[in-house]
């Protein structure tokens, strides 16, 4: 069973440069998540998609945009990437949003280096 | 402001022991979830509990929601236990602790 599948596992890029990440479930959950994952801290949400067709900002959404291009996938896209979003980055998804989640499940994590 | 607090931060215990990684959260909450992240790895789901103990193999997890706070034990700890364990609570979003990093020592 794939349950969530994000790529690239690693990327470096140059400040300045663009690059998405992709991220897809085959659980058939409602909800998806992007996460950053730093030093000392916890899981940062960025942005969240309670449902296909929304997309809502988390707590640390400036410099990147997402997609939710179907139930399946949910994209995270840096459109101009600067040092401070170097970060390891999972995505993850839920049956459903709000109180009532259930069991949250993470893809493998992607770990970007922005020189 | 931290919804999630765990503790220690880090353990070092000898193989066999009995661990306990202790969670306080302030928030409501509809559950609780622990976590396990190798290193270098992802991250998955060890429990999800919302009242009183569950337990898988040598793993236990407990919550007191009157007392806002959740434990988990390892029973007879083995060096493939090292990672680090993630508290999470689910209120109106998802809340994250910092994480405990366990190492086992053979």
């Known amino acids: 069973n794939a349950g969530v599948t994000q790529t690239p596992k690693f990327q470096v890029l140059k400040t300045g440069q663009s690059m998405t990440l992709q991220c897809a479930q085959d659980?058939?959950?409602?909800?998806m998540y992007w996460y950053r994952q730093d030093p000392g801290m916890g899981l940062r949400l960025i942005y969240y998609?309670?449902?296909?067709?929304?997309?809502d900002k988390g707590e640390v959404p400036n410099g990147y945009n997402v997609s939710r291009l179907n139930k399946r996938e949910f994209s995270l896209r840096l459109e101009s990437a600067a040092p401070s979003q170097t970060s390891v980055y999972f995505c993850?998804?839920?049956?459903?949003?709000?109180?009532?989640?259930?069991?949250?499940?993470f893809g493998e994590g992607s770990r970007l280096t922005v020189l | 402001k931290n919804e999630v607090e765990q503790s220690p931060q880090n353990l070092t215990a000898q193989e066999g022991e009995f661990i306990t990684i202790n969670c306080s959260y302030s928030?409501?909450?509809?559950?609780l979830h622990w976590l396990q992240q190798h290193p270098g790895g992802g991250i998955v789901s060890l429990f999800m509990?919302?009242?009183g103990k569950k337990k898988h193999g040598r793993l236990i997890a407990t919550i007191n929601i009157q007392e806002k706070h959740s434990s988990l034990h390892i029973t007879a700890s083995h060096p493939r236990d090292s990672a680090v364990y993630i508290c999470?609570?689910?209120?109106?979003?998802?809340?994250f602790g910092t994480g405990t990093s366990l190492t086992v020592i053979p």
């Open positions: 999470a609570v689910t209120g109106n979003q998802f809340y």
């Open positions: 509990l919302s009242s």
């Open positions: 928030v409501g909450i509809s559950a």
């Open positions: 998609s309670a449902s296909e067709g929304t997309t």
């Open positions: 993850a998804s839920s049956l459903t949003g709000g109180a009532n989640t259930g069991e949250l499940f």
């Open positions: 659980m058939n959950h409602n909800s």
